[in-house]
């Protein structure tokens, strides 16, 4: 049982050698940098992913606490028009801050391609 698992084993290894060499790869760790250099690479800014849900908190608290208590007022349609467009500058805010967060590190090729020119 262990010569036989060891025999599939090595078979493996000898199969992911032959792709290696046909890549260009040397050894286990070039194979991880390669990964690493085709994948491209996020970076979150958490600042902005808190102050993006405490906006979306607030939207969803002016609609849900705020408005009904000047239900069945005079002021109840004013309010709500002041609602509706904190809404939309808070949900502009929002999308804003999670584009902002989010930045795509530069790899080693980033970095060639920017210093050749």
């Keep these: 049982m262990f010569v ?12 992911l050698e032959i792709v ?5 790869v040397k050894g286990v ?12 690479r996020f970076k979150i800014n958490i600042f902005y992913v808190i102050s993006s849900v ?3 908190v607030l939207v969803g608290y002016s609609w849900l606490v ?12 004013a309010v709500q028009n002041i609602v509706i467009l904190l809404t939309v500058l808070l949900v502009a805010v929002s ?4 584009y902002l967060s989010v930045k795509r590190e530069e ?8 210093k050749s020119e």
């Design 95 to 98: 999308g804003m801050q999670i």
């Design 4 to 15: 036989a698992s060891w025999f599939k084993l090595r078979g493996a290894t000898q199969r």
């Design 54 to 56: 405490c906006s979306l």
């Design 66 to 77: 705020f408005l009904p208590a000047f239900k069945d007022t005079a002021e109840y349609a």
């Design 107 to 114: 790899t080693q090729t980033d970095n060639s391609a920017s």
């Design 29 to 40: 760790g070039d194979a991880a940098k390669l990964e690493e250099e085709r994948l491209p």
């Design 20 to 24: 290696n060499k046909e890549r260009g």
